[in-house]
């Protein structure tokens, strides 16, 4: 019962931390440290994906009808060739960080995945948030609309993505907003694609480690991981809308600022156990 519980816990770090660009990674990582599942290693790194898959069912309940491209109408279905046209632009965005990922997910696991790492990025795309948003303050955004992202921006845009997928604590929410900021992408513009993106992209990952596990779960570890997903599903539903409102009326700075310290506290702590 006492795991479950830590797992409802875990959902909701989650569900918090995947939308807010502050990294997940760096939440989860601090803590497993002070209130660590008592699982395996191999089940951690399912239970990771799993409850983010939880996290994005959220965006799919949320923006269904900007993202769902059929529709039914009298004599049949109808087809929305823009959200195809989106659709073909995350695509593209999505292709630098699942060909890296398939590629070296173990070997950027084995060589990134540490506190230095994770503390570093925080600081660094803290930085970024800060100065990109004291660079935006007199600027128009370029793009105002999701119609006018156009390839090149949607693949600039994955290339940040690929940043995070390389460098854990980076934040996917975090380095795709700092990227679309950067090329005069409006904030509630970022934030969409941001989230239309991580459809794709955390399925295939949730799916890709699934395979990897062999879906060889006992009854505890089935409950742990409905837990956890649940959990992550509600919180991520709140966080989205809130996140969505908050853009409207004030900028991304407070969580360059919260990104920084969180870096620092990581770096301290774990720099102190060595």
């Known amino acids: 019962m006492l795991e479950i ?15 807010l660009p502050i990294s997940s990674t760096g939440h989860i990582i601090l803590l497993n440290e002070f209130m660590p599942l008592d699982v395996s290693q191999e089940f951690m790194d399912v239970f990771e994906v799993v409850i ?29 060739m ?15 960080a699942a060909v890296v990922g398939l590629l070296l997910d173990d070997k950027i696991n084995e060589l990134f995945y540490n506190s230095t790492t994770v503390g ?36 600039i845009i994955g290339l940040f993505q690929l940043i995070a997928a390389v460098f ?22 970022a934030a969409e694609f941001t989230f239309f993106l ?15 596990f062999g879906g060889a779960f006992q009854g505890m570890e089935i409950a742990i991981l409905i837990a956890g997903m649940i959990s992550a599903f509600i919180v991520s539903v709140i966080v989205i809308r809130f996140l969505m409102s908050y853009i409207k009326k004030h900028d991304f700075k407070v969580f360059g600022w919260y990104r920084i310290v969180l870096g620092a506290v990581v770096l301290l702590y774990f720099g102190l156990l060595k």
């Open 52 to 80: 983010q898959l939880g996290a994005i069912l959220a965006v799919v309940l949320i923006f269904w009808k900007k993202i769902f491209p059929f529709r039914r109408e009298r004599g049949g279905i109808k087809t929305d």
């Open 120 to 155: 570093i990025a925080l600081i660094v795309f803290g930085i970024a948030f800060i100065l990109i948003e004291n660079r935006n303050r007199h600027m128009r955004p370029r793009v105002r609309r999701i119609g006018d992202i156009t390839y090149q921006t949607a693949l």
């Open 168 to 189: 854990p604590g980076t934040s996917r929410s975090g380095a795709t907003i700092v990227g679309a900021l950067l090329i005069g992408v409006s904030r509630t513009v």
């Open 82 to 96: 823009r959200i195809m046209n989106m659709w073909f632009k995350i695509v593209v965005a999505c292709v630098p």
């Open 198 to 212: 991580a459809i794709p992209v955390m399925f295939g990952a949730s799916l890709l480690k699934l395979v990897k």
């Open 5 to 19: 519980l830590k797992a409802l816990i875990f959902g909701i770090v989650e569900g918090i931390t995947e939308w």
